[in-house]
């Protein structure tokens, strides 16, 4: 079993800052792309970071230059650094981790509970 726990979520003023953690844990064989999701009320859950285990990363075009993910696979940890946020930047934020159980099986992806990021103007 895989467990994914984020921390970091809260409160804070339009042009602040906030730096998401999420720690992938339990009995797996390797983990390949991690990264982290988001989902606002009343929105479709969108894509906002993907990073790989080789350390490639990727953004969606709403967050581009100002969030930053990063990578200690030696953890198996992510960490979103959130700058500049936006009142629109306000959703819960999931990290996600594509995993291998063992060597013979196939990839796998888990979420996290998810953690609430909200932006006041």
């Known amino acids: 079993q895989v467990q994914l726990v984020e921390s970091g979520g809260g409160s804070v003023q339009a042009g602040g800052s906030l730096r998401l953690s999420c720690a992938a844990s339990g009995s797996f064989f390797s983990v390949n792309t991690m990264g982290w999701d988001r989902q606002a009320p009343g929105k479709q859950r969108e894509l906002v970071a993907t990073?790989?285990?080789?350390?490639?990363?990727d953004y969606a075009d709403s967050v581009k230059g100002r969030f930053t993910g990063s990578r200690d696979n030696a953890k198996n940890t992510v960490y979103l650094q959130m700058h500049s946020l936006k009142p629109e930047d306000t959703a819960v934020y999931y990290c996600?981790?594509?995993?291998?159980?063992?060597?013979?099986?196939?990839?796998?992806?888990?979420w996290g509970q998810g953690t609430q990021v909200t932006v006041s103007s």
């Open positions: 990073m790989t285990s080789a350390g490639d990363t």
């Open positions: 996600y981790a594509t995993v291998k159980s063992s060597r013979f099986t196939p990839w796998a992806s888990y």
